[in-house]
C-alpha cells in the first residue's frame, strides 16, 4: 500500500496562514511489512529513520497501539523551503494512522488533527483535500473551504538555502496597528471575492499587495522582489513569497514560462525552476 501527499504552497499573498494551494510535487509513502520496531528508509540525511521521524511520530499521536511497520519514504518536496514539507508529512502521518489502524477517518476528521498539530491550516487543508483552500480556526474548531481552481500553471524559483518556518516567523512583528491590520485583511478579503468570482483582472495585483508578512521577510529572501519585476515583465498573473519562503511562487500561463525562465537566467537567477501546476486530488492512498 502506498500513501501519496501533494506538496502545497501557502499565502498566496496576503492569505497568510488561511490560503493554501496543494501542487503537483509529492511525498509517497509505501507501508511495507510489520516489523518489531518502527523503521523509515529514505535519502535525507537530516530526518530521522526510526519513531521520532515526524509521519510515525503524528501516526502515534493519533494511535499509539499502531503496529510498527517497515516504511519507505520518497519525496521531492524540499524540506524547510517554503512548500509544506512539514505539512505533508503530518497528513502522511494521519493517514498512515487511518489505514494501519482502521479508522475510516472523514475528510473533515483529518483536516481537524491535521490543522491542531500544524496550528494553522494553510499546508495541511490543501495537502488533504487538494485544490486551493481557505481555512481559519474559529470557536475551537477549524473551517476549510475549496476555492476555484487557478487557472495557470506554476514556476516555483527554489534557492538552494533552507528557510526554517520558525525562523522566517520570528522576522515578523509582534503586532500590527488596527489601522494596518484592518486593510491587510481588507486586500485579502477582496483577493478571496475575486478567487471566487474567477476575476483574474484584479487577483494578481492584490495576490502582490501583502501587508502581514512579504516585507518583514524580504530580507531573507532577497529574491522576491527581482522574480516579482520579471515575472511582470513576462506576463505573469503574480509573484508570492511561497510559505515561509525561500521558495518563490509565480503564477503564469503554461507557454510564459520558457521565456520567464529566461529572464530570471538573464538576471543572474539560476537556482531551480519547478515547473509544476495545482494538484486537485489531495492525499491518496493506492492499494
Ligand atoms: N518527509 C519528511 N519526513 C519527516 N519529517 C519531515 C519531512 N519533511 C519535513 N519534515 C520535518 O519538517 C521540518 C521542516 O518544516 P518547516 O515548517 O520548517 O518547513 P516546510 O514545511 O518545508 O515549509 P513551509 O511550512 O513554509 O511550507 C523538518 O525539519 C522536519 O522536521
Ligand atoms: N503561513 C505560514 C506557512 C508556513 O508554515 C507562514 O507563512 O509562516
Given at each position: 500500500?502506498?500513501?501519496?501527499?501533494?506538496?502545497?504552497?501557502?499565502?498566496?499573498?496576503?492569505?497568510?496562514?488561511?490560503?493554501?494551494?496543494?501542487?503537483?510535487?509529492?511525498?509517497?509513502?509505501?507501508?511495507?511489512?510489520?516489523?518489531?520496531?518502527?523503521?523509515?528508509?529514505?535519502?535525507?540525511?537530516?530526518?530521522?529513520?526510526?519513531?521520532?521521524?515526524?509521519?510515525?511520530?503524528?501516526?502515534?499521536?493519533?494511535?499509539a497501539?499502531?503496529?510498527?511497520?517497515h516504511?519507505?519514504?520518497?519525496?521531492?518536496?524540499?524540506?524547510?523551503?517554503?512548500?509544506?514539507?512539514s505539512?505533508?508529512?503530518?497528513?502522511a502521518?494521519?493517514?498512515?494512522?487511518?489505514?494501519?489502524?482502521?479508522?475510516?477517518?472523514?475528510?473533515?476528521?483529518?483536516?481537524?488533527?491535521?490543522?491542531?498539530?500544524?496550528?494553522?491550516?494553510?499546508?495541511?487543508?490543501?495537502?488533504?483535500?487538494?485544490?486551493?483552500?481557505?481555512?481559519?480556526?474559529?470557536?475551537?474548531?477549524?473551517?476549510?473551504?475549496?476555492?476555484?481552481l487557478?487557472?495557470?500553471?506554476?514556476?516555483?524559483y527554489?534557492?538552494?538555502?533552507?528557510?526554517?518556518?520558525?525562523?522566517?516567523?520570528?522576522?515578523?512583528?509582534?503586532?500590527?496597528?488596527?489601522?494596518?491590520?484592518?486593510?491587510?485583511?481588507?486586500?485579502?478579503?477582496?483577493?478571496?471575492?475575486?478567487?471566487?468570482?474567477?476575476?483574474?483582472?484584479?487577483?494578481?495585483?492584490l495576490?502582490?499587495?501583502?501587508?502581514?508578512?512579504?516585507?518583514?521577510?524580504?530580507?531573507?529572501v532577497?529574491?522576491?522582489?527581482?522574480?516579482?519585476?520579471?515575472?511582470?515583465?513576462?506576463g505573469?498573473?503574480?509573484?508570492?513569497?511561497?510559505?515561509?519562503?525561500?521558495?518563490?511562487?509565480t503564477?503564469?500561463?503554461?507557454?510564459?514560462?520558457?521565456?520567464?525562465k529566461?529572464?530570471?537566467?538573464?538576471?543572474?537567477?539560476?537556482?531551480?525552476?519547478?515547473?509544476?501546476?495545482?494538484?486537485?486530488?489531495?492525499?491518496?492512498?493506492?492499494?
Amino acid at each position: 500500500m502506498q500513501i501519496k501527499v501533494p506538496a502545497s504552497s501557502a499565502n498566496l499573498g496576503p492569505g497568510f496562514d488561511s490560503i493554501g494551494m496543494a501542487v503537483s510535487l509529492y511525498l509517497t509513502l509505501d507501508v511495507l511489512e510489520p516489523s518489531d520496531e518502527w523503521v523509515i528508509d529514505h535519502d535525507f540525511d537530516d530526518l530521522p529513520h526510526d519513531q521520532s521521524n515526524m509521519i510515525i511520530d503524528t501516526a502515534l499521536k493519533i494511535k499509539a497501539d499502531l503496529p510498527p511497520h517497515h516504511l519507505k519514504m520518497q519525496s521531492a518536496i524540499p524540506v524547510a523551503h517554503g512548500l509544506g514539507s512539514s505539512s505533508s508529512a503530518i497528513v502522511a502521518g494521519i493517514e498512515l494512522a487511518n489505514v494501519l489502524g482502521k479508522l475510516q477517518l472523514s475528510n473533515d476528521e483529518k483536516v481537524a488533527i491535521a490543522c491542531e498539530i500544524e496550528g494553522h491550516p494553510d499546508n495541511v487543508t490543501p495537502a488533504i483535500l487538494g485544490g486551493l483552500v481557505i481555512g481559519t480556526n474559529v470557536n475551537g474548531h477549524f473551517d476549510a473551504i475549496q476555492a476555484p481552481l487557478l487557472p495557470y500553471a506554476l514556476a516555483a524559483y527554489v534557492p538552494s538555502y533552507n528557510l526554517k518556518t520558525a525562523d522566517a516567523r520570528a522576522a515578523l512583528p509582534a503586532s500590527l496597528t488596527l489601522k494596518q491590520a484592518t486593510h491587510g485583511s481588507a486586500i485579502a478579503n477582496v483577493l478571496v471575492a475575486g478567487l471566487f468570482a474567477n476575476r483574474y483582472d484584479l487577483v494578481g495585483e492584490l495576490m502582490e499587495a501583502d501587508e502581514f508578512h512579504e516585507q518583514p521577510r524580504a530580507k531573507l529572501v532577497p529574491e522576491l522582489a527581482k522574480i516579482r519585476e520579471i515575472g511582470h515583465e513576462a506576463g505573469a498573473l503574480a509573484t508570492y513569497l511561497s510559505g515561509a519562503g525561500p521558495t518563490v511562487m509565480t503564477i503564469i500561463d503554461k507557454q510564459g514560462i520558457p521565456r520567464f525562465k529566461q529572464l530570471l537566467l538573464q538576471a543572474g537567477l539560476s537556482d531551480p525552476l519547478l515547473e509544476i501546476e495545482p494538484d486537485t486530488e489531495g492525499v491518496q492512498v493506492v492499494d
